[in-house]
T-cell receptor
Framework: GQQVMQIPQYQHVQEGEDFTTYCNSS?????IQWYKQRPGGHPVFLIQ?????EVKKQKRLTFQFGEAKKNSSLHITATQTTDVGTYFC??????????FGTGTRLKVLA | DTEVTQTPKHLVMGMTNKKSLKCEQH?????MYWYKQKAKKPPELMFV???????INESVPSRFSPECPNSSLLNLHLHALQPEDSALYLC???????????????FGPGTRLTVL
């Protein structure tokens, strides 16, 4: 079946350092979403990417969708302690059906 | 109101009990979802309702029975669960019609279920 993998599984950074998580799908995606889940919390929608090669920015966060629409990345510039959490990508596998990636857990050391 | 509410927050049940999880949203969303999330794992889709009809059942065991009584409410009825069903159960909703926010899912806080 369709799989969505993320690397790395864990990342510890010093506050102020940059962070990147990569998402790879076994099949071509029509679109991809990114969510953030704080410890003890629930997933919160960050962004949706639809077009091949699309790049979107939200303040310190930069999201990219690969040209082949099989991979995506999330880059955070100058991490802050508020960035702590698990970042999930979710690829569309059908109408209303999204497969969540394995997640990258980010820890930011002050 | 951009909130999805879920009750109860925590639930402990025995393997012979029958219980229900409830989810409510007032954003006018016509797609509602149940996900199961084990510790340190991603959410796994269980069911999707669109326009109050079951659209997706991801081969979930029959001991889980979803219900969508109206466009704002989603229930998950539980019966004869196993200890391995212990998890965080998340409800989500989204628009069902194509548009700028199509498929952006709003998640509730979840019900943490423990089966003894």
């Amino acid at each position: 079946g369709q799989q969505v993998m993320q690397i790395p599984q864990y990342q510890h950074v010093q506050e102020g350092e940059d962070f990147t998580t990569y998402c790879n799908s076994s099949t071509t995606l029509s679109n991809i979403q990114w969510y953030k889940q704080r410890p003890g919390g629930h997933p919160v929608f960050l962004i949706q990417l639809v077009k091949s090669g699309e790049v979107k920015k939200q303040k310190r966060l930069t999201f990219q969708f690969g040209e082949a629409k099989k991979n995506s990345s999330l880059h955070i510039t100058a991490t802050q302690t508020t960035d702590v959490g698990t970042y999930f990508c979710a690829g569309q596998a059908g109408t209303y059906k999204y497969i969540f990636g394995t997640g990258t857990r980010l820890k930011v050391l002050a | 109101d951009t909130e999805v509410t879920q009750t109860p927050k925590h639930l402990v049940m025995g393997m012979t009990n029958k219980k229900s999880l409830k989810c409510e949203q007032h954003m006018g969303h016509r797609a509602m979802y149940w996900y199961k999330q084990k510790a340190k794992k991603p959410p796994e889709l269980m069911f999707v309702y669109s326009y109050e009809k079951l659209s997706i059942n991801e081969s979930v065991p029959s001991r889980f029975s979803p219900e969508c009584p109206n466009s704002s409410l989603l229930n998950l009825h539980l019966h004869a669960l196993q200890p391995e069903d212990s998890a965080l159960y998340l409800c989500a909703s989204s628009q069902a019609e194509r548009g700028p926010s199509y498929n952006e899912q709003f998640f509730g806080p979840g019900t943490r279920l423990t089966v003894l």
